[in-house]
Nanobody
Framework: QVQLVESGGGLVQAGGSLRLSCAAS????????MGWYRQAPGKQREMVAT???????NYADSVKGRFTISRENVKKMVFLQMNSLKPEDTAVYYC???????????WGRGTQVTVSS
């Protein structure tokens, strides 16, 4: 069973940066598509960025050019570098993996990111 634990959130002013980390336990990390999702109050969870085992990345239009997803398979870690943060980036950020069914799961508890204007 894969378990994911996020860290690195916090309060930052608009224009600032944060780096989120996701630590995975389990033995199938290297073959998973991993990703970061976020959920703002009153809104549905949305995809932020994903990365395949071959390091192919995909980003939501709203974060392209500002966020960078990366992974270290040996350390079983996934990262999200967030630059030029905006108040609309405020949300709980979750790390997840794509399941064999094609849906997403194994969510961690999330880490809060708050961007003040």
């Amino acid at each position: 069973q894969v378990q994911l634990v996020e860290s690195g959130g916090g309060l930052v002013q608009a224009g600032g940066s944060l780096r989120l980390s996701c630590a995975a336990s389990g033995n199938i990390f290297s073959i998973d598509v991993m990703g970061w999702y976020r959920q703002a109050p009153g809104k549905q969870r949305e995809m932020v960025a994903t990365i395949s085992r071959s390091y192919t990345t995909n980003y939501a239009d709203s974060v392209k050019g500002r966020f960078t997803i990366s992974r270290e398979n040996v350390k079983k870690m996934v990262f999200l570098q967030m630059n030029s943060l905006k108040p609309e980036d405020t949300a709980v950020y979750y790390c997840g993996r794509r399941l064999p069914t094609g849906s997403w799961g194994s969510w961690g508890r999330g880490t809060q990111v708050t961007v003040s204007s």
